[in-house]
């Protein structure tokens, strides 16, 4: 089917990607995941740029793209699809098998979230990546923390320490 207008961002999305045509070509929309950037999503799509996904999703260049995020990408093919996700999941495999040769998790413990708190903020005063606390807490991959959430936080601790 065809769509006259561009597939909301606003939609959430309940896996973690989801394809809509608009205008004879397909968009792909995406949660943006830690790490992730406009470059990264770019270099995946061999897209030449950000301006084009710029476009789609009506950003600026100061935009900031926040974890959980639905975002529109331009995609040309299945193939070029297909590449975009094996590329994606291979950048967070070595993040993860990075981690795992540096640290070990010791224990978990329950945080209760205060006004102010966001996954970006825990992870720089905890001293751990963010996608290790959206590891631990998958609901925060589409909606933000909220006071008195109770959160599973890891501990890590570097190896041979």
Request: net charge positive; hydrophobic share 35%; proline share 6%.
């Amino acid at each position: 089917f065809l769509m006259k207008r561009r597939p909301p961002r606003s939609t959430p999305l309940y896996s973690s990607a989801a394809s809509d045509v608009y205008k004879r070509q397909v968009i792909y929309r995406i949660n943006v995941e830690p790490e992730e950037t406009l470059g990264h999503y770019s270099d995946w799509l061999k897209s030449g740029g950000t301006a084009s996904i710029r476009r789609l999703n009506d950003f600026s260049k100061k935009h900031q793209l926040r974890l959980g995020e639905v975002l529109l990408l331009p995609v040309d093919s299945d193939g070029q699809r297909s590449t975009f996700d094996r590329q994606r999941r291979d950048y967070h495999r070595v993040l993860v098998d990075e981690f795992k040769q540096h640290y070990d998790v010791i224990e978990v413990l329950n945080y209760v979230t205060k006004k102010g708190d966001s996954v970006w903020k825990l992870a720089r005063t905890q001293g751990i990546p963010t996608w290790l606390i959206m590891r631990y807490n998958p609901l925060l991959r589409s909606a933000a923390p909220v006071v008195s959430q109770v959160l599973k936080m890891p501990r890590i601790q570097r190896r041979g320490s």
